[in-house]
């Protein structure tokens, strides 16, 4: 198939609330924008407070039956729902490039990576127990604990990966018997649709999952439903302040999976053939950098710097970007203009402060329709001050910036030199120094000689201004429940 005989239909959008499909809402309308063509093309409706009290009731009154429903079948709803997102992953594919331009050739892989966590937390569903806490024969009392969905639960997602952000909180909260309000960014509203539609035909009962683009008040309405029992929310710090505060005067919990600054060090006896384009391909290819996680700062030891960098420049160099929906494509456009403006003020306040600029640094502009797109060349500094803007601030951007080290201490005082603590990365042979250093990085994971992310069994989740809370393996679900104690007088 070339590209132009993709199809690139723009699918219907609703504010799924129960049964419902709502093709209008109080929140006005919303000019959805493709990232690749700087053009709008659809009208996606959104929710506004009246929407979120309907679709919070909804969900409370779901979670009556919901809550009771047996686990073994809350266990077979969510299996029947991964295999239904295996099935449609073609078009999960397709949604996914239609919502933010991610590259087709990466959002394919999202489908199978998601129907994992679904399956995952499927399997949750009916071995979840409490603890013993006190036998009889110590104290005259028998004492355990139940652990007990909350109820409703606030969902707010950003936009850079749709279909993973849904399904590493929607299932984990529907295990543990909770129902769920989803508030996806206007920005990204198709995957979330086709979700809300398997949802429905897994034979998930109406109310459990509510779906409903919004912009940030319908956010904040959802925040402060007074029916909300806690809330999970991904995106940047500024909205988590605001998120917080509004919590705050409920003394209602959060999650907050918000950005990093992850260090990616790099020791003289790892294999630079498979770090130089992990290095790379994560930081300034995939989804054009607007990932979390991604490590985007390099530290190399000094007796490799220079072989690093000139091996990174020429991978970064050869890296195509272009029409997401092109296979031979491997990155793609930054969502908006305000992201371009942004990135490209950070480069030129790199440069200023003296990093090296090796490759990329200014704007792409493509032929046809993707004249209009917001297209960056992938861009690496090196000689990058550790404590410079740069090396300290998410750029959220293809933008890696490299920093030579000369010793293992001196690497783990770099990593740790920032406010985040997402996700650490290390390459070396040697696995003393590799478990050594994973006690010493204050991050929330640390992914060593090329560990995959996202995998579903690893809590995920980051220290300081990266947030807190968990989402994957046990800690995943334990955050959608609250426990119980249980004393009984038997003296
Ligand atoms: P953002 O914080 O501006 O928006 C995220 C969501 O919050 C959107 O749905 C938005 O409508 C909503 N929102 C905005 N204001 C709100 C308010 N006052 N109350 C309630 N909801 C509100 O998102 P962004 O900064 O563009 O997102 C990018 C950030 O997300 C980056 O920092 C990135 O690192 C982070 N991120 C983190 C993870 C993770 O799992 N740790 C994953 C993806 C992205």
């Not at 003296?354 to 004249?371: K, P």
Request: negative net charge; glycine residues 10%.
């Amino acid at each position: 198939m070339t590209t132009n005989e993709v199809d690139r239909t723009r699918p219907d959008v609703h504010l799924r609330i129960g049964a419902e499909r709502l093709t209008s809402g109080s929140g006005g309308v919303y000019g959805h924008v493709d990232p690749s063509t700087g053009k709008v093309d659809k009208e996606i409706p959104l929710a506004g407070a009246a929407e979120i009290d309907q679709a919070v009731k909804a969900a409370h009154e779901a979670f009556q039956s919901w809550s009771r429903t047996a686990p073994s079948e809350r266990r077979r709803l969510l299996m029947r729902l991964a295999d239904l997102i295996d099935e449609n992953a073609t078009e999960f594919a397709r949604r996914g490039t239609l919502d933010n331009a991610t590259p087709m050739t990466a959002a394919a892989g999202m489908a199978g990576t998601s129907s994992e966590w679904v399956r995952y937390y499927a399997g949750w569903a009916d071995k979840l127990s409490g603890d013993m806490t006190a036998m009889s024969t110590d104290t005259g009392e028998l004492g355990y604990t139940l652990p007990q969905p909350y109820g409703v639960i606030g969902i707010i997602i950003t936009w850079n990966g749709p279909l993973i952000s849904l399904a590493m909180k929607i299932p984990a909260a529907l295990a543990a018997g909770n129902t769920v309000v989803v508030k996806p960014s206007e920005m990204t509203p198709f995957s979330g649709e086709l979700f809300a539609d398997l949802v429905e035909q897994a034979g998930i009962p109406a109310g459990v999952v509510n779906i409903l683009p919004g912009a940030p008040e319908a956010g904040a309405a959802l925040v402060e439903h007074p029916l909300v029992q806690k809330v999970t929310f991904t995106g940047g710090p500024e909205t988590a302040r605001k998120i917080l505060h509004a919590c705050a005067d409920q003394m209602k919990p959060a999650v907050l999976e918000l950005g990093g600054k992850s260090a990616n060090i790099v020791f003289e006896d790892s294999d630079l053939d498979v770090v130089c384009p992990h290095g790379v391909f994560l930081p300034v290819a995939l989804l054009s950098g607007q990932g979390c996680a991604f490590p985007t700062r390099m530290l190399v030891q000094r007796s490799i710097y220079d072989e690093v960098v000139a091996q990174v420049t020429a991978i970064a160099e050869n890296i195509t970007v272009g029409d997401p929906f092109d296979p031979a494509v491997q990155s793609g456009p930054v969502i908006n203009q305000a992201a371009v403006d942004r990135i490209l003020g950070m480069i030129e306040r790199a440069e200023a402060d003296g990093a090296r600029l090796v490759t990329g640094g200014v704007r792409l502009t493509l032929d046809g329709d993707l004249a209009g797109g917001y297209f960056l060349e992938p861009t690496v500094f090196a000689d990058v001050d550790p404590y410079s803007e740069l090396a300290q601030t998410e750029v959220f951007g293809p933008v890696l910036s490299i920093i030579p080290f000369d010793t293992e201490e001196e690497a783990i005082a770099i990593a740790n030199a920032t406010r985040y603590g997402l996700s650490a990365y290390i390459q070396t042979k040697d696995l003393r120094r590799a478990h050594r250093m994973a006690e010493a990085l204050v991050s929330g994971e640390v992914l060593i000689n090329g560990a995959a992310n996202l995998a579903v069994h690893r809590p995920f989740g980051g220290f300081g201004l990266s947030g807190f809370g968990k989402e994957g393996g046990r800690p995943g679900i334990e955050e959608f429940l609250r426990v119980k104690a249980v004393g009984i007088a038997l003296a």
